[in-house]
């Protein structure tokens, strides 16, 4: 009864009529893994012990097994016994000290594998303000060979919605936990369409039905259990399922603190303990009774708890199994599979569709943030308040308008650095997810980046330069006022750098905004305004300081030799104004001034490319 129900909501939610793209995998893959070692080294200490020891820590001891194509094999075991690092070394996405021979057809990881390989993460990484269609279609077009037209693409986003029955939320927005958007069991669809896409022969998933109600767990390992009998090869970690789920796995790889205690079909499993003296009680879910004995407990048919040895069921699995095993890797050995290079190079396609392609998602993405009103209205309030406050001052107050010169240095200097530290610390998950499945280069994103966000580093300041330049009543010439503009701008990209600089090279964003509020606040103090009489041995920290090249840059466009101000012999000099005395503004000064500016302008962004390049090649484990 509960069966025909269940094939009902399925049929209901999924159409019958799938595409024809996901009933057939493109090349089968058989998955084998054997003696699968891996280690970490372990910090053993705590805030109040003195000594810390670095201790090697085996996570797992030795874990062998086989999947072929059209199985769907399911890895149980309590928290912490190294389900999720197993998947994530047989997905290749493991660096350290792995140890142990996984194969793909005979053949080590490569990015052939990589590219025919879907990873959905515990978490979903997705953008909060795209849409269903929106995510799918981007991935889609970048993800998917150049073989196929962009047309192409978009259907077989359009098919996966349909698949995995996302159809009536395709135009809602995806959100997260701040932002309210489709729903859990939903959001986690998009991260599984996003790997069907490139209709993947294997397909790993970590806690695919967490949190999910039984029934849209139901729905989305029947889902799965479709694919693999398309030739597909599928592993999943999964929590407690319920017995309906726990029979839908052709195997289960039942793990006990990083060893295998059972590999095998799921339906033998029981009978495997039994054989031990340990059969489960009666209406038992398996999975339940397994991870029972997973955690060193057996419940007899009385409901007793017995406390019984986890090395004994090791062993036992270890001698049983060997034998068994070996002859599955003979038979399997036999099998023809190799992958081959389907003419398509490194990436899927080229380096402008990925840079068109990313920029268009992330116009789309941040404009929210962007254009937020809050950010423009903040801009729009201080230019009005420094242009009262400053309201036409003149040359006749020389103080005042190098004061305002100098706020204006350093108000464009934080503003767009803690603008830009953000980026990258926000961006991690999504650059290790999509990096990690070889989706673009990093270059093109990186210039996406950089020029999705160049509209409004340029627009904001402009608009605050044109309020208060002229309220402040600094110079009103189209060649004072395009200078000082044109300062302006420079600065805020070299500030903008900087943040980016930081954020990529420290990649967490409270470490990243310490360090660049520090760093921002010796700039301004070492920019020639605040101390005029700086000792020798930290002199030098001006020509690293962005606000001082900033600063002389902006009196060069105000004033020129030959101007003076009045002082107590009636008109002196500008030149020997005591702050702008401290700078100078001849020609060499400011070109050393503006080609430092351009330096960093450069240097910044290259250092946080250099920076990125550690993301996704081998991901750390979180
Ligand atoms: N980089 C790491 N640093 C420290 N410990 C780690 C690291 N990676 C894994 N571990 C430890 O290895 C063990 C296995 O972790 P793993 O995430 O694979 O377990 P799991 O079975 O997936 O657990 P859960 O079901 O709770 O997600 C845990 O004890 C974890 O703390």
Same mark, same amino acid.
Not at 177 to 184: A, K
Not at 490 to 516: C, E, F, H, N, P
């Given at each position: 009864m509960e069966d025909i129900e269940s094939q009902r909501i399925h049929k209901e939610s999924f159409?019958?009529?799938?595409?024809?793209?996901?009933?057939?995998?493109?090349?089968?893959?058989?998955?084998?893994?054997?003696?699968?070692?891996?280690?970490?080294?372990?910090?053993?200490?705590?805030?109040?012990?003195?000594?810390?020891?670095?201790?090697?820590?085996?996570?797992?001891?030795?874990?062998?097994?086989?999947?072929?194509?059209?199985?769907?094999?399911?890895?149980?075991?309590?928290?912490?016994?190294?389900?999720?690092?197993?998947?994530t070394a047989l997905g290749g996405r493991l660096g350290g000290k792995l140890r142990g021979k996984i194969t793909y057809n005979d053949q080590p990881f490569s990015n052939v594998i990589k590219r025919n390989t879907g990873f959905v993460t515990q978490d979903d990484v997705l953008y909060p303000h795209l849409t269903v269609t929106e995510t799918l279609v981007f991935t889609a077009l970048l993800r998917l060979p150049n073989t196929l037209t962009k047309q192409?693409?978009?259907?077989?986003?359009?098919?996966?919605?349909?698949?995995?029955?996302?159809?009536?939320?395709?135009?809602?927005?995806?959100?997260?936990?701040?932002?309210?958007?489709?729903?859990?069991?939903?959001?986690?669809?998009?991260?599984?369409?996003?790997?069907?896409?490139?209709?993947?022969?294997?397909?790993?998933?970590?806690e695919p039905t967490s949190g999910l109600d039984s029934t849209t767990a139901q729905r989305i390992v029947s889902t799965l259990s479709d694919l693999a009998k398309g030739g597909r090869t599928i592993l999943m970690t999964i929590h407690q399922p319920s017995s309906r789920l726990y029979y839908m796995f052709n195997k289960v790889l039942l793990l006990a603190e990083g060893n295998v205690v059972y590999f095998g079909k799921g339906s033998e499993a029981i009978q495997h303990f039994s054989n031990m003296g340990y059969a489960p009680a009666l209406a038992m879910n398996?999975?339940?009774?397994?991870?029972?004995?997973?955690?060193?407990?057996?419940?007899?048919d009385a409901k007793h708890d017995h406390v019984i040895d986890k090395q004994k069921l090791i062993s036992a699995f270890k001698s049983n199994s060997d034998e068994q095993l070996k002859l599955e890797h003979h038979e399997i050995n036999d099998f023809d599979g190799r992958f081959e290079e389907s003419g398509s190079g490194k990436w899927p396609t080229s380096w402008s569709q990925q840079f068109f392609?990313?920029?268009?998602?992330?116009?789309?993405?941040?404009?929210?943030?962007?254009?937020?009103?809050?950010?423009?209205?903040?801009?729009?309030?201080?230019?009005?308040?420094?242009?009262?406050?400053?309201?036409?001052?003149?040359?006749?107050?020389?103080?005042?308008?190098?004061?305002?010169?100098?706020?204006?240095?350093?108000?464009w200097g934080f503003f767009p650095l803690f603008q830009a530290i953000f980026t990258f610390p926000q961006e991690l998950m999504m650059l290790e997810k999509e990096r990690s499945s070889g989706m673009y280069r990093l270059s093109s994103y990186f210039t996406s980046r950089m020029v999705a966000d160049l509209p409004m580093e340029l627009v904001l300041p402009t608009?605050?330069?044109?309020?208060?330049?002229?309220?402040? %009543? =600094?110079?009103?010439? #189209?060649?004072?006022?395009? !200078?000082?503009?044109? @300062?302006? &701008?420079? /600065? *805020? $990209?070299?500030?903008?750098?900087? %943040? =980016?600089?930081?954020? #990529?090279?420290?990649?967490? !964003?409270?470490?990243? @905004?310490? &360090?660049? /509020? *520090? $760093?921002?606040?010796?700039?301004?103090?070492?920019?020639?305004f605040y101390v005029q009489n700086v000792p020798k041995f930290i002199a030098w920290v001006k020509f690293i300081s962005i606000s001082y090249y900033t600063y002389q840059l902006f009196i060069g466009s105000q004033y020129h030799t030959g101007d003076t101000y009045p002082c107590s012999e009636g008109q002196c000099p500008i030149e020997e104004f005591p702050p702008i005395k401290q700078v100078g503004f001849d020609s060499k000064t400011q070109w050393i001034a503006a080609m430092a500016l351009v330096i960093m302008l450069i240097g910044y962004r290259l250092i946080a490319y250099f920076a990125l390049m550690r993301v996704g090649i081998t991901k750390k484990l979180a």
């Open positions: 159409r019958e009529e799938s595409p024809v793209v996901l009933h057939k995998g493109k090349r089968p893959v058989t998955l084998k893994f054997e003696d699968v070692v891996y280690k970490i080294n372990d910090k053993n200490g705590g805030l109040f012990k003195k000594n810390v020891k670095v201790e090697e820590k085996t996570i797992l001891k030795g874990v062998s097994g086989v999947v072929e194509p059209g199985e769907m094999l399911a890895m149980l075991g309590p928290s912490g016994s190294g389900k999720t690092t197993l998947l192409a693409k978009v259907t077989l986003a359009k098919n996966v919605i349909d698949q995995l029955g996302l159809t009536k939320c395709e135009d809602s927005i995806v959100g997260n936990s701040r932002l309210r958007g489709v729903s859990g069991g939903e959001r986690k669809r998009v991260s599984i369409g996003q790997e069907l896409l490139i209709n993947p022969s294997l397909l790993f998933l970590d398996p999975s339940d009774f397994l991870l029972d004995l997973a955690n060193g407990i057996y419940t007899d392609v990313l920029l268009r998602r992330d116009i789309k993405e941040r404009k929210y943030e962007s254009f937020s009103a809050l950010r423009i209205g903040q801009v729009l309030v201080v230019a009005l308040i420094s242009g009262l406050l400053w309201y036409k001052s003149d040359m006749s107050h020389m103080q005042d308008q190098i004061g305002l010169l100098f706020f204006i240095t350093g108000f608009i605050f330069l044109l309020i208060t330049y002229f309220m402040a %009543g =600094l110079k009103a010439t #189209a060649i004072h006022f395009f !200078q000082t503009l044109f @300062t302006l &701008l420079l /600065s *805020v $990209l070299v500030a903008q750098g900087l %943040g =980016l600089a930081l954020g #990529a090279l420290v990649l967490d !964003q409270k470490s990243a @905004t310490t &360090l660049a /509020s *520090v $760093l921002m606040l010796v700039f301004l103090l070492a920019g020639g």
